[in-house]
């Protein structure tokens, strides 16, 4: 018999540090890690529950056939008062699909043999209807019921349920949507069809069965009876010819009160895991607002040491690298990164651009660009360099504007790569293109859109929805085109070195200058106006290639380290998954 408390005790360390990135969206989210050692633990736990190797056996107790035996009796009286509907024929279980072996007491039988269906109703009044989406999946309750008329009622009838009913969501995504019905609703609480009802027998715990239908082996069983459309995920019939090992009933309670003092250990060490990792967060954000506060590189260095004496403490997750990237993008904005040199101003070549665009203005090969006042800067959140200038988008860009769809056009896409290939915000990351599945359109778009025709070195930003803000180069071929979610940026020559200008364009500083200038309405998105007045800081060209050069080594140095701590993560969550394999 398996000590599950030594087995959590003894490998505290595996179920705590196997973690894994979640997907996230939204600003500023560095994403989000789930506990996957814990996840797996919980499931182990279940996982000899049903197995009958969480608490030994009783020779005392009533064997399982007996209690079989009991539940076909009730099952008869109840059809024969009229109570149930005619049971359906049993099929006969082959040793072909039992999962695994039992141990002495418990027998294999099917979930129709366990419990009854209250049946089906039309309500004829006020009634309680539960949804599957009002369980609340991780506690197993029904967390927000529905009181309704009965002239709101669906034409279909309901499911009744009563206390000690178990309900069973059997469509996606509801699939862990399980809860055991423990209190009286008023007035009387019907199901939605989307649920398949079991009320137990005597002798059957539906707590058990809540705790069983929730185990590794039936969500194995539910996916291989899925069909592989959306809706439903598995029938009723599927659902209630599953196998269910069923124990005696005093080892179903013994059971369930092992379970539930296990799982609240895992709680335990979930939010004691959860704390840990929102302490080291705010250790590390903390300790990298030192860096951002530095008022000079030297500053910076002086704070920089003291951070780098707990480096192996600090930034042991990807979540505390992707901050520590974000710092050092910010820092080299700010200047932070190398030293200025004083005898050198950017001004000179300001003017320049300025005398540039101007001629291109007065050829009509730009437009004309009316900056706000400067006062704007003031509120930037950090002051520039001496040598350096503030200067707006729209001073530096000799296009800024964005495309269009096809379908407004009149355009269709093809599967021909010779037509123009058509680049979508799916296609502009963050700091690079994502061309492996290129789009093509018709050739005569470019003649309907000849504004937002692509060249190479164009600057590509998302200005639409969740991606809003990643920003691109676009490597080439010339000749391509862009739909309305995605701005073109075209700047000046010899203005910027280009690793310097995308490395602002991903900033956190230029970020949340996107999201703060962003239209207000249901969809994010910016307009031409907003990003023609971003304010760009603008550093003597020769810096700016030092800037960029440091990024890129301080990149390829995190990306190493990124790569050992998603290795070790790979690690850590193998030697979890292992440990729970072979415990079975």
């Excluded at 009229?82 to 418990?106: D, N, Q, T």
């Excluded at 901050?323 to 320049?352: A, N, P, Y």
């Excluded at 005398?355 to 009509?364: D, F, G, I, P, Y």
Aim: aromatic share 8%.
């Amino acid at each position: 018999m398996t000590d599950v408390n030594q087995l959590i005790t003894d490998h505290l360390d595996i179920w705590t540090a196997a973690t894994e990135k979640k997907s996230s969206a939204g600003r500023g989210n560095g994403g989000s890690v789930s506990l996957h050692g814990i996840k797996k633990l919980r499931e182990l736990i279940l996982e000899l529950a049903v197995r009958g190797k969480l608490v030994p056996q009783d020779d005392t107790d009533v064997p399982a056939d007996g209690l079989l035996d009991q539940l076909h009796l009730q099952q008869a009286q109840m059809f024969a008062k009229g109570i149930i509907k005619k049971p359906k024929p049993v099929a006969k279980i082959a040793a072909s699909e039992l999962p695994f072996e039992l141990p002495r007491g418990w027998t294999w039988c099917r979930v129709s043999q366990l419990g009854h269906d209250w049946g089906q109703k039309v309500p004829e009044s006020q009634f309680t209807y539960i949804d599957v989406g009002s369980i609340n999946k991780e506690l197993g309750l029904v967390s927000e019921p529905t009181v309704l008329e009965a002239s709101k009622a669906p034409s279909r009838a309901r499911k009744l349920v009563r206390n000690g009913t178990v309900v069973y969501s059997t469509v996606r995504p509801y699939l862990l949507n399980i809860a055991v019905i423990t209190e009286t609703f008023e007035p009387e609480p019907i199901a939605s069809t989307a649920f398949a009802i079991v009320h137990p027998f005597d002798g059957v715990s539906a707590s058990y069965l809540y705790r069983y239908f929730r185990s590794p082996t039936f969500i194995s069983y539910v996916e291989g009876c899925q069909t592989g459309i959306a809706y439903p995920a598995i029938n009723d019939k599927q659902f209630f010819s599953g196998l269910v090992p069923l124990p005696p009933t005093e080892e179903q309670h013994r059971i369930v009160a092992k379970v539930d003092e296990l799982m609240a250990l895992c709680d335990a060490l979930e939010r004691q895991a959860e704390d840990s990792l929102k302490a080291h967060q705010t250790l590390v954000d903390t300790c990298l607002a030192t860096l951002t506060n530095s008022q000079t590189p030297e500053d910076l260095t002086q704070n920089w040491i003291r951070i780098e004496a707990h480096f192996d403490t600090l930034f042991t997750t990807e979540e505390s690298l992707a901050e520590l990237d974000k710092t050092v993008l910010q820092l080299g904005m700010m200047g932070l990164l190398v030293k200025q040199d004083l005898s050198i101003s950017s001004i000179s070549l300001l003017e320049t651009a300025r005398k540039t665009r101007a001629a291109l203005v007065a050829r009509k090969e730009a437009k004309a660009f009316k900056a706000k006042a400067t006062s704007e800067v003031l509120d930037w959140p950090f002051i520039l360099p001496s040598s350096w200038s503030w200067l707006r988008l729209g001073e530096a860009a000799v296009l800024i504007t964005k495309g269009s769809s096809p379908k407004w056009q009149g355009v269709s896409y093809t599967d021909d790569p010779s037509e123009v290939m058509f680049v979508t915000s799916e296609n502009v990351g963050r700091f690079e293109m994502l061309l492996d599945n290129p789009k093509f359109v018709e050739r005569k778009f470019n003649t309907v859109e000849p504004r937002s025709i692509l060249k190479a070195g164009d600057y590509l930003m998302n200005i639409v929805g969740a991606s809003i803000g990643r920003t691109a180069i676009y490597p080439g071929p010339d000749g391509a085109n862009i739909n309305q979610a995605v701005c073109l940026i075209r700047v000046l020559p010899g203005l910027f070195d280009s690793r310097f200008l995308i490395a602002f364009f991903n900033s956190e500083f230029c970020r949340g200058y996107m999201f703060d200038k962003q239209v207000d309405n249901a969809r994010a998105n910016l307009s031409m106006g907003n990003i023609s007045q971003f304010l760009i800081p603008v550093p003597p060209i020769e810096e700016q290639v030092a800037i960029a050069e440091k990024l890129e080594l301080l990149s390829g140095l995190s990306s190493n380290l990124s790569r050992r701590l998603q290795a070790r993560a790979v690690l850590s969550k193998s030697l979890a998954d292992t440990l729970t394999s072979k415990i079975h």
